[in-house]
């Protein structure tokens, strides 16, 4: 727990932060919901625009309170956080297969037209069709319901007060180093041994380090947003190569399945392993890009967060 938290002033602080992390993040799930029921009605059951707000919406608000907790343990919200995982799943499946139908049908057509391939295609239609059936069950399950409900009881929970930015910057300051703490740590065990599940990890950290960054970007100072600039070319990268580790995966799965498509599967997914594995010799220089940034002193803080 940090200076900040040990008296009941830092308390309230976080907890009217965290009100405005929630707050926002209602409105933006709310919106996302009703765009997608209403895209629903009028017969496009994909609304992929919709689907992608109400993912990251989810996503970003999970990543926030993780973080939170971990500037204040007194919090308790890893119930919550934990709903807010589980509720993202589906809609996470949804982007995996969309990401899947987009690279094979790419990599597919520059072989041109054969049985086989006209046969993986309607297996990778298949995968989607029964990703997107099950984000739209999701959509309307109790769970997904009862853990939007949570997050709004818990909002009413926290306190109203008004706290100015000079009143909260040493704390937001302090949430942002400790989120930095732990993109640190992933890349190093990253460098020291380049597997996909460290590169993925490391992918997860930078994104909570955005979402974090760009919530409390009205506290911090406009320096913060070309922070997240950086760290979002980071993730980027991170999350083509993950892309291309999911993609590989799955063929070599319906390889397995389909003997009659196992030559071209494994083809393809040889394709999208050497993707991958450049991807995974490339982020060192967006990463040293993220760690050369150094913010004027006058806009975010007084010393520096990296340190």
């Known amino acids: 727990?940090?200076?900040?938290?040990?008296?009941?002033?830092?308390?309230?602080?976080v907890r009217v932060l965290v009100r405005g992390l929630v707050h926002v993040a209602r409105e933006e799930i709310a919106g996302a919901e009703t765009s997608v029921r209403r895209a629903r009605l009028e017969g496009d059951s994909s609304a992929p625009g919709s689907i992608r707000q109400l993912r990251i919406a989810i996503r970003r608000i999970e990543y926030q309170l993780a973080t939170m907790a971990d500037v204040d343990s007194?919090?308790?919200?890893?119930?919550?956080?934990?709903?807010?995982?589980?509720?993202?799943?589906?809609?996470g499946q949804l982007r995996d297969a969309e990401i899947l139908s987009a690279r094979v049908a790419k990599v597919l057509r520059a072989r041109g037209v054969t049985p086989e391939s006209d046969r993986l295609l309607e297996a990778v239609a298949d995968e989607h069709y029964r990703a997107q059936r099950a984000s739209d069950g999701w959509l309307?399950?109790?769970?997904?319901?009862?853990?939007?409900?949570?997050?709004?009881?818990?909002?009413?929970t926290l306190p109203t007060d008004a706290v100015t930015p000079t009143m909260a910057r040493p704390i937001a300051q302090h949430a942002i180093r400790v989120t930095w703490r732990s993109v640190k740590r992933a890349a190093k065990l990253a460098k020291e041994e380049s597997r996909d599940e460290l590169l993925h990890a490391l992918r997860r950290k930078v994104k909570h380090a955005v979402y974090l960054t760009r919530g409390?970007?009205?506290?911090l100072g406009p320096s913060s947003e070309e922070f997240a600039l950086r760290l979002v070319t980071l993730q980027k990268l991170l999350g083509r190569q993950h892309d291309h580790v999911v993609v590989a995966a799955w063929l070599q799965g319906i390889g397995g399945d389909y003997a009659s498509l196992k030559p071209l599967t494994d083809d393809v997914s040889l394709e999208e392993r050497r993707r991958a594995d450049h991807g995974a010799e490339e982020w060192a220089e967006p990463w040293q890009f993220v760690r050369d940034f150094r913010p004027k002193e006058t806009v975010m803080t007084s010393y520096s967060f990296f340190d």
């Open 1 to 13: 727990m940090s200076e900040w938290t040990v008296n009941e002033d830092g308390r309230v602080i």
């Open 74 to 91: 007194s919090l308790d919200i890893d119930d919550l956080v934990k709903g807010l995982h589980e509720v993202g799943k589906p809609f």
């Open 140 to 156: 309307d399950s109790e769970e997904f319901h009862r853990t939007l409900e949570d997050l709004n009881e818990f909002r009413l």
């Open 216 to 219: 409390f970007s009205y506290v």
